[in-house]
Nanobody, 122 residues
Framework: QVQLVESGGGLVQAGESHRLSCEVS????????MGWYRQAPGKQRELVAI???????VYADAVKGRFTLHRDNAKSIMYLWMHGTKPEDTAVYYC????????????????WGQGTQVSVSS
């Protein structure tokens, strides 16, 4: 069974740095694109950043220059480093994977984690 498990949510003081992790567990052969999305109260879920299998990244304008995405392919873990945090970064952050190939040959698509709350206080 493949699962996405996020960790690292919590309360952060504005300006501080923080790190979120997303670990993909299970018998994984390959993972294509991984990413983070977030949803603030009363707002739609939005893209934060994605990282492709070749390491290339895309960042939302709101976080560009402040957040950094790193992927450890050997461990199937993705990290989101949040620097220069702002109160408007407060949201539930979701890990997403667009395509996973398992060792048994199954293809799983559009997988989401359960979400982790990040609250940035001013």
């Amino acid at each position: 069974q493949v699962q996405l498990v996020e960790s690292g949510g919590g309360l952060v003081q504005a300006g501080e740095s923080h790190r979120l992790s997303c670990e993909v567990s299970g018998s994984i052969f390959s993972i294509r694109t991984m990413g983070w999305y977030r949803q603030a109260p009363g707002k739609q879920r939005e893209l934060v950043a994605i990282i492709h299998g070749d390491g290339s990244t895309v960042y939302a304008d709101a976080v560009k220059g402040r957040f950094t995405l790193h992927r450890d392919n050997a461990k199937s873990i993705m990290y989101l480093w949040m620097h220069g945090t702002k109160p408007e970064d407060t949201a539930v952050y979701y890990c997403h994977v667009d395509l996973i190939e398992t060792i048994s040959g199954r293809s799983l698509s559009d997988l989401w984690g359960q979400g982790t709350q990040v609250s940035v206080s001013s």
